[in-house]
């Protein structure tokens, strides 16, 4: 399908086998992507189809979308076309300025799905109608049109209307409750972790309905953020149906095992930092040689260790704190015991191992006002078809694309596009 | 007052987008089994392919057992029967040649192999890449290494959690006065899971075009997709990112709150995000308290975030006589956004997770209905939800040699009496 734009790629090449070249597809060339974000999970469904391969163009209103506000920027001066996030989730992917509040902008946007094979809605639901958004008009007006839908709570259900953050996502999903200290409040992981988790659940969707599409045509895709973190409590339900009791918070530990599992899989202080310790689940016993202390081999620790955490972590302190990161990890790993380190931002960029290097992970990005960034590579490696990046959108980038020179000028005279 | 906990059973869908697609599952402990519960769930015949000794005769925390059919512990195990939902189970010992060679039979007859060992297991099998595709050159090899199949951490070793720590998540995961937490019990693999069904719709798209091929899904690599804007952030800023418990960089109050108790647990919070003067004033409306609204070191969003403290602890002395879901309603009327902070137990009473079913039934012959979360999307036209409750040990291993492969009972009976293949749970 022809897009009624030119596309602007540019393709850096990451550690692929030799087959892969400058001329090997990406999986989603040809497909077609409108986004219209608010929040971390549009433009993260967005960043993965674009990785793909697929043309993604953001619908953005005359300010910009929300997530360009968000810093850090460069020098800490706030710049719509520099902000972090944007920087981050929005590579590869192409900006339309269109308002959306004029009848002429909405006429626009509908007429642009024409030629689009999926049209990505992450929007205030309460403001649907406003911006002439109505997803089962969309789809029945477009029925190729996969039209994937993400709101805090869903589109259907008494909780349709509630409005979401990405805390009380992370509260309403349940996820929330097992993280933190025993005797203090829960505590979310950093980030946008359960919007992230329902963009990528999102993108599952959407493929999934795009791979079935030569027979079912377009279908209606309706994400909750509130059920991707949902998700992330795999294992927690059985347990809650068949005692009904919540696990309680564990610090570093893991939630909701009993005396007779595994332990260590916590995170303890070492010489320089942290250390993410873990047995080898097959040979737990390895441990009493790695830390020197035959108890950690003894009969009744190994059938509780888990019974154990408190003894087996004061076994642990001796060498742990006379013992850098490295050096702890690195004579864990040689008796096959998983420790790892736990690694400052700074520090996994700084990759002391030479790993990432050695994958060409990081990319070399441009920035919009010059100068270049490092980026996050490829989730995922084929062995015959490439993850493709590029750069972040400068708003409305590709509105020069859009219809004829008048329409242009008309467009722009009515403060449509 | 909450209800007492429900489960619908999941209805049967007959049109799943993944439909005539066979996957063999090879994977193990949570990653894995997410990536092929999803695709299961999405239409796909999923074949885990289990060792005949995978799994503990005694597990340390069996589900009660409901009294049909045998009492087999090993079939009741919570977590695993949740991860295994969406499949079926065929037991082979890959280490015997006749066990590989039967692999390798199914490998002609799949779409997908799926494996989340470490680098090296696969040779060790020579199940490589190079032997699959000669067996079957459209077959997808998805590999879930944890650090990848290149690269100077190749051969290291990590579960999920491990990873966390070396993507930079735990570090940044945590109170602002703490030390650095898990992100969740197994979130990375949870993230991984996730990424590889997508990736392997994603190749099974590009098939026709390109034929088989690899596809590797490093569990470290999937995670530094979550915190990019850290990376990004730290470089443009020249700061390191900090801890910030759950507070917001600019807005408050966002924070977790003291509640009554539900269902006679007190530990009982709601969690509460203002980030506009709007959402601000919404909360104003329910907590009607005239000295914080006439407050002047509340009257705006700097001011609210430089005085957060202060302003938590009043709001915790207010909200903590309250229900929260009583509380979490009110406030969402008014327009501010609000949560309880749910847990299994009281999402098993939620009336938004029965009336779109996120947590949904499956019939299991020993435990009886057990709960599974489905995906967060709804498919209109190809509704695809968990499909069947986890199988019984080695319940598929007779049916799939028979049917499948076209295996005669003579054939059968052998490998099943070599131990290359196995109907039940054996001794090491």
Redesign the interface.
């Known amino acids: 399908m022809a897009p009624f734009y030119s596309r602007l790629l540019v393709i850096l090449f990451a ?1 692929y086998p030799a087959s892969v070249t400058a001329n090997t ?1 990406g ?2 060339d040809g497909t077609t992507v409108l986004e219209l974000s608010e929040t971390a999970a549009g433009a ?1 469904c967005g ?2 189809l674009a990785g ?1 391969g697929a043309a993604v163009t953001l619908i953005e209103p005359p300010t910009g979308a929300p997530l360009r506000r ?7 001066i706030p710049d719509t076309e ?1 902000g ?2 944007h ?3 929005n590579r590869r992917k192409q900006s339309l300025r269109i308002n959306l509040q004029s009848a002429a902008g909405q006429r626009l946007l509908i007429e642009s799905l024409t030629d689009a094979d999926v049209f990505i809605i992450d929007l205030d639901r309460r403001r649907w109608s406003a911006l002439g958004i109505d997803p089962t008009a969309i ?1 029945e007006r477009h029925p190729h049109l996969q039209v ?1 839908t993400l709101t805090p ?2 589109s ?4 349709a209307d ?20 025993p005797h ?10 359960g919007h ?3 963009g ?6 959407i ?6 599409a030569d027979e ?2 377009g ?10 973190v ?13 005692s ?5 918070r564990n ?2 530990r ?5 005396p ?2 595994l332990y260590p ?1 916590t ?1 303890r ?1 070492c010489l320089d930092g ?3 310790a ?1 047995c ?2 097959r040979y737990p016993e390895a441990m009493a040689i790695l830390f020197e202390q035959p108890r950690l081999a003894e009969p009744d620790m190994l059938a509780t260790l888990f019974g154990h955490a408190d003894e087996v972590d004061e076994l642990m302190e001796p060498m742990l704190m006379r013992t850098s990161r490295r050096d702890v990890v690195r004579q864990a ?1 040689d008796l ?1 015991i ?12 700084a990759d002391a ?4 290097a ?2 060409d ?1 990081w990319q070399s990005t441009p920035h919009p006002r010059g100068g270049e ?13 490439v993850w493709r990046d590029g750069a972040a959108p400068t708003l409305g980038e590709s509105n020069h694309h859009l219809g004829t020179p008048e329409q242009r000028v008309r467009w722009r005279r009515a403060g449509v596009a | 007052m909450l209800p007492d906990p429900e489960l619908t059973p999941y209805p049967n869908s007959t049109r799943r987008p993944l439909d005539g697609v066979r996957v063999l599952d090879l994977t193990t402990a949570v990653a894995g089994p997410v990536a092929a519960l999803l695709l299961g769930a999405l239409g796909a015949e999923v074949l885990r392919v289990e060792t005949p000794w995978a799994r503990p005769s005694r597990p340390a925390s069996a589900l009660p057992y409901r009294g049909e059919g045998p009492d087999e512990p090993w079939n009741r195990e919570a977590r695993l029967n949740e991860l295994a939902n969406s499949k079926r189970s065929v037991a082979l010992n890959l280490t015997t040649d006749d066990g590989r060679e039967t692999f390798l039979d199914l490998v002609e007859r799949s779409d997908v192999v799926l494996e989340n060992f470490s680098p090296r297991v696969m040779g060790n099998f020579a199940l490589e890449w190079d032997v699959l595709r000669e067996r079957n050159p459209q077959i997808i090899y998805v590999a879930m290494p944890a650090f990848g199949r290149s690269g100077p951490l190749r051969d290291r070793i990590s579960y999920g959690p491990g990873i966390d720590a070396m993507s930079g998540l735990s570090w940044l995961t945590g109170y602002a006065d703490g030390s650095p937490l898990k992100p969740g019990n197994f979130y990375c693999d949870q993230n991984a899971g996730v990424h590889a069904a997508v990736a392997t719709v994603v190749a099974l798209m590009a098939r026709p075009r390109v034929g088989g091929q690899t596809v590797e899904l490093a569990m470290l690599e999937g995670e530094l997709q979550l915190i990019g804007e850290a990376m990004v952030g730290q470089q443009l800023s020249g700061r390191e990112p900090t801890r910030m418990g759950n507070e917001h960089s600019s807005a408050a109050p966002h924070g977790v709150y003291p509640a009554a108790p539900v269902l006679g647990d007190a530990d009982s919070w709601i969690a509460i995000a203002c980030r506009t003067d709007e959402e601000w004033s919404a909360l104003l409306d329910v907590w009607g308290n005239a000295s914080v609204a006439s407050n002047a070191d509340f009257a705006t969003g700097l001011r609210r975030w430089k005085h957060r403290a202060q302003l938590d602890r009043l709001l915790s002395a207010w909200t903590c006589d309250h229900d929260p879901h009583d509380l979490a309603q009110r406030l969402q009327a008014a327009g501010a956004p609000a949560s309880p902070v749910e847990g299994a137990r009281t999402l098993l009473r939620d009336d938004q997770v029965r009336a779109r079913q996120s947590v949904g039934g499956l019939a299991h012959p020993q435990v009886g209905l057990s709960p599974a979360p489905q995906a967060a999307f709804r498919l209109s036209a190809t509704p695809s939800p968990p499909k069947n409750a986890a199988p019984l040990f080695a319940a598929d291993t007779v049916p799939v040699l028979r049917e499948i492969l076209g295996y005669s009972a003579e054939r059968i009976e052998a490998l099943l009496a070599s131990g290359a293949a196995s109907d039940r749970l054996r001794a090491r």
């Open positions: 550690g597809p999986p989603l993260y960043r993965l793909f968000r810093g850090p920027f460069r020098d800490d520099g972090a996030t920087l981050h989730l789809g994937c709570y869903g259907d259900g008494p909780k509630w409005l979401g953050s990405e805390l009380t996502a992370y509260a309403a999903g349940g996820y929330l409750r097992i993280g933190g200290e203090r409040e829960p505590v979310k992981a950093w980030g946008d972790q992230l988790q329902s990528l659940h999102a993108a599952l969707g493929l999934s309905a795009l791979a079935a079912h045509g279908q209606r895709i309706d994400t909750a953020v509130f059920e991707a949902a998700f992330l409590l795999g294992g927690g339900y059985q347990h809650a149906w068949f009904d009791r919540e696990p309680v610090g570093a893991l939630v909701g095992f009993g007779g599992h899989s995170i202080p942290w250390v993410h873990h080898n689940n790993q096959r998983p420790f790892t380190e736990v690694l400052a931002p700074s520090e996994v960029m191992d030479g790993h990432h050695s994958r992970f960034y490092l980026a996050s590579g490829p989730a995922v490696r084929f062995g015959e078809t």
